[in-house]
């Protein structure tokens, strides 16, 4: 490995060749602010904030993108880049709406956290509440773009960091927002002009993970939950994601990872909510399902590799970009709208409620649910079989907004009949893999007629966005792979078609890192972070008595009652979906 030595703030550190001098700074715990650098995306030196003094360079550089170099000396706080960051920072402060006391991000946001480190309170330069039409010079408003059932833009609370369209392009290859205008009119839009809601948008929320401003968020459905929540002919039902348990507490000073289901529970029925289910047990479901699936595909040979369908960002994203594969793809609904489903047909039955007496809420950090609970197929008799999704954040908000900050010391209640035992292969769907695994614990037993001793598989839990996995089953081989980030898909397919790859099962996941890195998890966040929620959910496996989907009494009993078995008519009816190719703007 070839190393370079450089000084940075006349401390002397040794470095790879490559890297930068913010990266160098990093590992003599020199903290450079920057407003436009983001974990895993790449640095574009747009914020100007982490400029530097180099010797033999008449100009400051930006620390984000600048290699280090044999024989450099670096300043990072000398008042010539002090003024300049200052001024940096005003001119963006400039252009910036000031909304703070309503803002979503007040307290999280990373230019109010700037200005304060730099005691600004105000700019001196003009401010741009509008944007200019080129043509009569006359100052528009910038509306929100409300068109996504998943995303809103407000471009007024952009301070064009370009993290958006970095994460959108490189980071998922969907590419639909970018840089439009100059000066003064300069604001990033979907392509072409159109909305989010016209253009191929996953509604992944990666935009929403990466904004450090608010000017993406998560389209905010909270009021028509408290609405409902205050209408005592509604039924209200939440169905409550396990990585949403064990990640809302970072919103409540608690640390990352730590298991809150009972006391969100309480909460939840504290603010009215009738019953409280857990999705897990639609992750069960799903699991038998797609292992039975399998199980004919791999015995005739037909409809191989098949492909996860538990990710609506993911199926939004190969309607608009792959329909080839569609026919791959499992048949069967995303784990809450199989919970959603049979809310509205079994347990309104059940409780003498017809379905629109029921107000489902989803509660997970995934902002595709949104969009996924607008489409045709997500009904059942013509009744939406979700009514509202709340991300992480939302209910954080909800929380707050009704219970205080001091929901973590509730008293612990459990989850509510019929859907409230999981087994612990329904608690890992969430993360990257877990989908797979769960399966493979019910596909193997059934194929081999053998006793899984050990449930873990623990190849599948390893991080990356891409991962092969190869099985012996009695005397034959099982080859399967992991997908995380529909960034990732076109590596999958050059394997598939450069290669000639072939696998029998794909686990593909919207979100890099599974739902740990959703779009309506809490912020900030580090990679750190995205572990310690991941792990979580392998110690919640590790926690139950029953760890396999076939196995669980509670699944047995929805099969004898209302379902039959795995790819009966009623289940196709109730838990079965289809997929619609859809067009693109390029």
């Given at each position: 490995?070839?190393?370079?030595?450089?000084?940075?703030?006349?401390?002397?550190?040794?470095?790879?060749?490559?890297?930068?001098?913010?990266?160098?700074?990093?590992?003599?715990?020199?903290?450079?602010?920057?407003?436009?650098?983001?974990?895993?995306?790449?640095?574009?030196?747009?914020?100007?904030?982490?400029?530097?003094?180099?010797?033999?360079?008449?100009?400051?550089?930006?620390?984000?993108?600048?290699?280090?170099?044999?024989?450099?000396?670096?300043?990072?706080?000398?008042?010539?880049?002090?003024?300049?960051?200052?001024?940096?920072?005003?001119?963006?402060?400039?252009?910036?709406?000031?909304?703070?006391?309503?803002?979503?991000?007040?307290?999280?946001?990373?230019?109010?956290?700037?200005?304060?480190?730099?005691?600004?309170?105000?700019?001196?330069?003009?401010?741009?509440?509008?944007?200019?039409?080129?043509?009569?010079?006359?100052?528009?408003?910038r509306s929100v773009d409300e068109n996504s059932p998943a995303i809103s833009h407000d471009p007024s609370m952009c301070i064009l960091c370009g993290l958006c369209v970095e994460a959108c392009r490189n980071l998922q290859h969907v590419d639909v927002i970018d840089f439009a205008y100059r000066g003064v009119a300069r604001k990033i839009e979907a392509a072409f002009g159109q909305n989010l809601g016209q253009v191929e948008c996953t509604a992944c929320g990666q935009c929403v993970q990466v904004c450090p401003s608010n000017a993406f968020y998560e389209k905010q459905e909270g009021r028509s939950v408290l609405h409902a929540l205050q209408d005592p002919d509604i039924h209200v039902v939440a169905l409550l994601s396990p990585m949403t348990a064990v990640s809302l507490g970072e919103e409540f000073e608690c640390s990352a990872g730590r298991q809150l289901s009972p006391q969100l529970i309480a909460s939840l029925k504290a603010l009215g909510f009738n019953k409280v289910f857990d999705v897990a047990v639609g992750a069960d479901l799903l699991i038998m399902e797609e292992a039975y699936q399998l199980l004919n595909r791999f015995k005739s040979g037909q409809l191989l590799p098949m492909i996860s369908s538990s990710s609506p960002a993911w199926i939004k994203y190969a309607e608009h970009f792959y329909p080839d594969m569609l026919p791959l793809l499992s048949p069967c609904k995303s784990p809450v709208q199989v919970l959603a489903s049979l809310l509205k047909s079994y347990y309104a039955q059940q409780h003498s409620l017809a379905p629109e007496q029921i107000f489902s809420v989803s509660i997970s950090p995934c902002t595709a649910e949104k969009f996924e609970r607008t489409r045709p197929e997500s009904t059942f008799n013509g009744h939406a079989t979700l009514d509202a999704c709340l991300t992480t954040k939302e209910l954080a908000s909800l929380l707050r907004g009704n219970l205080g900050e001091h929901f973590v010391a509730a008293e612990a209640q459990s989850f509510d009949a019929p859907f409230d035992r999981a087994s612990g292969a329904g608690m890992l769907f969430c993360g990257a893999g877990g989908m797979l695994e769960g399966i493979m614990r019910t596909f193997f037993e059934l194929y081999t007629g053998k006793r899984l001793k050990k449930p873990e598989f623990p190849t599948m839990r390893s991080p990356g966005g891409f991962k092969e996995i190869s099985l012996k089953l009695g005397d034959q081989s099982f080859s399967a792979a992991i997908v995380h980030g529909t960034g990732t898909v076109r590596r999958l397919l050059e394997k598939i078609t450069k290669e000639k790859k072939q696998y029998h099962y794909i686990e593909i996941k919207g979100c890099p890192q599974g739902c740990a890195r959703g779009g309506g998890q809490p912020l900030p966040w580090d990679e750190e972070t995205i572990l310690k929620r991941t792990q979580a959910l392998y110690d919640l496996d590790a926690a139950q008595t029953i760890r396999k989907a076939h196995e669980n009494p509670t699944v047995k009993e929805l099969y004898r009652q209302v379902l039959k078995k795995p790819g009966s008519p009623r289940s196709k009816k109730l838990l079965h979906t289809s997929y619609t190719q859809r067009q693109r703007y390029l």
């Open positions: 490995m070839d190393l370079v030595s450089l000084h940075i703030d006349d401390s002397a550190v040794q470095v790879p060749k490559g890297t930068t001098v913010l990266e160098a700074a990093g590992l003599l715990d020199i903290s450079i602010p920057n407003l436009c650098m983001h974990p895993g995306l790449r640095a574009q030196g747009f914020c100007r904030i982490c400029v530097v003094e180099v010797a033999g360079y008449d100009q400051l550089q930006p620390a984000c993108v600048l290699q280090a170099e044999n024989g450099m000396c670096v300043h990072t706080s000398t008042k010539k880049v002090v003024r300049s960051r200052r001024m940096s920072l005003e001119m963006i402060i400039a252009q910036h709406p000031m909304r703070c006391l309503t803002c979503a991000r007040n307290g999280t946001c990373r230019l109010q956290e700037l200005a304060r480190q730099f005691g600004i309170q105000s700019s001196r330069f003009f401010r741009r509440d509008a944007a200019l039409d080129e043509e009569t010079s006359v100052h528009l408003p």
